[in-house]
Structure formats: structure tokens, C-alpha cells
């Protein structure tokens, strides 16, 4: 993958995330359990290519000292919390993104295995 700028780098490697959330297409689905459906697609991710998924939060994780890339980070955070808002309201969006997050940089800083009875039980605690 070639990439240009930092942002230009951020935009294409943030895509992979919502590359996955878009190929389950499931957040429209009333019928399906949302909290099971977020924990499938975090351990789909984090199961997937480390480096990359290691390299993506390392882009989206320099905002912090470069503010030129903070609205990509945002955007990452509002589109899924906007797939998310289709199913609950845009608060508990945020929240969940949020929470999906943590368990994220947990699994990746401490190399740790992803739990995902914790990471569906925990999104259950905030879905009404």
C-alpha cells in the first residue's frame, strides 16, 4: 500500500475497520443481537492482519500530537457511530464506539487475547 501524506495514510489505513463493519452490513438488521454483532466484528478485526491492524491505530493514534490529523481520526469515530446510531441512540453510539475502542487498544498494548465474552457483554450494559 503506497500512501502519500500522514492524513492520506490515516484515511486509507482506517478503512480497514470499516471495511469489515461494511462487509457484514449488520447494524441495520433489527433482528440481530447488537452486542453480539460488535463483538464479532472487533475479534474479525483483531484476528485479522496484526501489523495492519497495529499500523491503523498507530495513524489514528498520532492526532494526538499532530492536530492536521485529528478530523480523520474524528471521522473514523463518527461514521461508525453513525452505522451504530441505526440501531440505538446517537449517545449510546458514541459510548459504544468508545468502549469499542478501549477493548481495542487493550488487546493491542498489553498483547493480550481478545475476550469476547467481555467484549459482547460489555456493549450489552449500555444497548437499551
Do not use: C, H
Not at 447488537?34 to 475479534?43: F, I, P, R, S, V
Not at 487493550?106 to 459482547?120: E, P
Amino acid at each position: 500500500m503506497a500512501f502519500g501524506t500522514k492524513e492520506s495514510s490515516t484515511r486509507q489505513v482506517n478503512a480497514g475497520f470499516a471495511k469489515v463493519v461494511a462487509a457484514r452490513g449488520s447494524f441495520q438488521d433489527p433482528a440481530l443481537d447488537l452486542a453480539d454483532e460488535l463483538a464479532g466484528l472487533l475479534g474479525e478485526w483483531l484476528a485479522g492482519d496484526r501489523g495492519g491492524v497495529e499500523l491503523e491505530y498507530e495513524l489514528y493514534l498520532a492526532a494526538l500530537r499532530n492536530p492536521a490529523l485529528r478530523p480523520v481520526a474524528a471521522e473514523w469515530r463518527q461514521e461508525l457511530s453513525d452505522a451504530l446510531a441505526e440501531r440505538v441512540d446517537p449517545v449510546t453510539a458514541r459510548a459504544l464506539v468508545a468502549l469499542m475502542d478501549g477493548i481495542s487498544l487493550q488487546v493491542l498494548l498489553t498483547g493480550g487475547v481478545y475476550d469476547a465474552g467481555y467484549a459482547r457483554e460489555m456493549p450489552a450494559r449500555l444497548i437499551p
